[in-house]
Nanobody, 122 residues
Framework: QVHLVESGGGLVQPGGSLTLSCEAS????????MSWYRQAPGKERELVGM???????NYGDSVNGRFTIPKGSAKNTVYLQMKSLKPEDTAVYYC????????????????WGQGTQVTVSS
């Protein structure tokens, strides 16, 4: 139905920057929101940031001020700009998309990418 592909993860040193991208594809009638989550070993998956179709943006408490979700240049694409990275930012970062595949209310989707690893280490 709707699938997501994340890219841009990798190894960076503390204080460095990294930009992740997520592209949604498939049958999308209406995209309601795209979000970034992350999950570190031993921790629950947490919200990094979310942008709605209306342009509303919300960030998780742990990253607000350092991470930014700009509007992508391509349709159904979301980016995550990460700056001043810390070792505790090390996690698998997941993209999420929610919306409808058609005008039917039963076509609601909530899709996840497979994640991209971000490692912040010296």
């Amino acid at each position: 139905q709707v699938h997501l592909v994340e890219s841009g993860g990798g190894l960076v040193q503390p204080g460095g920057s990294l930009t992740l991208s997520c592209e949604a594809s498939g049958t999308i009638f209406s995209m309601h929101a795209m979000s970034w989550y992350r999950q570190a070993p031993g921790k629950e998956r947490e919200l990094v940031g979310m942008i709605t179709a209306g342009g509303s943006i919300n960030y998780g408490d742990s990253v607000n001020g350092r991470f930014t979700i700009p509007k992508g240049s391509a349709k159904n694409t979301v980016y995550l700009q990460m700056k001043s990275l810390k070792p505790e930012d090390t996690a698998v970062y997941y993209c999420n998309a929610r919306g409808y595949s058609s005008m039917r209310s039963s076509s609601l989707f909530d899709s996840w990418g497979q994640g991209t690893q971000v490692t912040v280490s010296s």
